[in-house]
């Protein structure tokens, strides 16, 4: 099972949308950053994934994006084979 990091904010109903989905699938461990904690690891993530918003989800190395995209790969059949490092 590949690592899980997402950047997140408080008060964000995407982040937990994310979070509680991921859950869903069997996910129990996240590193959570949040990121208004943290300003630098919040330039870091702008600086990474070019995005300003949160939630920013990665699994593994690679950026996934935000919910939209997590659900996206989960509509499309291809998280599955991400999270297994396929």
Same mark, same amino acid.
């Given at each position: 099972?590949?690592?899980?990091?997402?950047?997140?904010?408080?008060?964000?109903?995407?982040?937990?949308?994310?979070?509680?989905?991921?859950? $869903?699938?069997?996910?129990?461990? *996240?590193?959570?950053?949040? #990121?208004?904690?943290?300003?630098?690891? =919040?330039?870091?993530? %702008?600086?990474?994934?070019?995005?300003? $918003?949160?939630?920013?989800?990665? *699994?593994?190395?690679?950026? #996934?994006?935000?919910?939209?995209?997590? =659900?996206?790969?989960? %509509?499309?059949?291809?998280?599955?084979?991400?999270?297994?490092?396929?």
């Amino acid at each position: 099972m590949q690592a899980i990091k997402m950047y997140t904010g408080p008060y964000c109903p995407y982040c937990t949308m994310a979070k509680q989905f991921l859950k $869903s699938q069997g996910i129990t461990e *996240i590193e959570e950053i949040r #990121v208004d904690q943290s300003p630098e690891k =919040y330039a870091e993530m %702008q600086q990474i994934t070019g995005q300003r $918003s949160v939630p920013q989800i990665f *699994i593994g190395d690679t950026h #996934v994006g935000g919910f939209t995209d997590l =659900y996206n790969l989960h %509509q499309k059949g291809e998280l599955q084979d991400l999270l297994a490092g396929k």
